[in-house]
């Protein structure tokens, strides 16, 4: 299953670096999601872009930028990350962000994230 | 906004038997209730949803019911298999957002 593509899959930064994580929809989608995904927690939303507008920033900490050049790609660049911010990070799409329309989110395999 | 609270965050059964997860929901207007199930170090995937307009919803082995009055949902695997174990994780749309529940880690023995 290739719908939605997460690189790297793996990525051991330190505190002071600057990496990108990436990731492709080949489902034809609109709207594109960053989770963070932490042990025994739900699943926090981060940021959601909508027709490559970003309609939803969920107090995420200013180390963490988002970027979405156009509805197929979205990337989060990270900066001056902390221990804490060790998690998985999974981007999603779905058709368009209208959660009330109940459109279903697909995503992809995550990119595991170690602070040192 | 939408609190989604999910019991229980572990379930051991048997090849066999019967898994039962539910989930409350805070929001009145939330609409669309799905379930994700993931396998260790895989991606969430979609195992099935159910919108506010209908009671319950059968897939094979699985299946959801929605209790519209008492705002829960429930997920219900028959004749479970080791196959079945994962995490699973229930969402509700409620406030314009898709809130997850914490998640059940579901162990079935053979």
């Known amino acids: 299953e290739t719908g939605v593509t997460q690189t790297p899959r793996h990525l051991v930064m330190g505190m002071t670096n600057k990496k990108s994580l990436k990731c492709e929809q080949h489902l034809g989608h609109n709207a594109m999601y960053w989770y963070k995904q932490s042990a025994k927690k739900p699943l926090e939303l981060m940021f959601v872009?909508?027709?490559?507008?970003?309609?939803e920033n969920n107090s995420v900490p200013s180390r963490f930028s988002p970027e979405c050049p156009n509805s197929s790609h979205l990337f989060l660049h990270l900066h001056t990350l902390q221990p804490e911010d060790s998690a998985l990070y999974l981007c999603?799409?779905?058709?368009?962000?209208?959660?009330?329309?109940?459109?279903?989110?697909?995503f992809g395999e995550g990119s595991w994230l170690t602070v040192v | 906004g939408e609190n989604v609270e999910q019991h229980p965050s572990t379930l051991s059964v048997q090849e066999g038997d019967s898994a039962v997860i539910k989930c409350t929901y805070s929001d009145s207007a939330s609409n669309y209730f799905p379930w994700y199930k993931q396998e260790l170090g895989k991606r969430p995937q979609l195992i099935i949803d159910?919108?506010?307009?209908?009671g319950e919803k059968k897939d094979q082995r699985i299946a959801v019911t929605l209790n519209k009055t008492a705002k829960h949902f429930s997920l219900h695997i028959t004749e479970t298999q080791p196959e079945d174990s994962a995490v699973y994780f229930c969402a509700a749309n409620g406030y314009g957002k898709l809130t997850f529940g914490q998640g059940t880690i579901l162990t079935v023995h053979p």
């Open positions: 872009y909508n027709f490559k507008e970003q309609t």
């Open positions: 159910i919108r506010s307009n209908v």
């Open positions: 999603a799409s779905s058709q368009d962000s209208s959660v009330l329309s109940g459109n279903t989110i697909y």
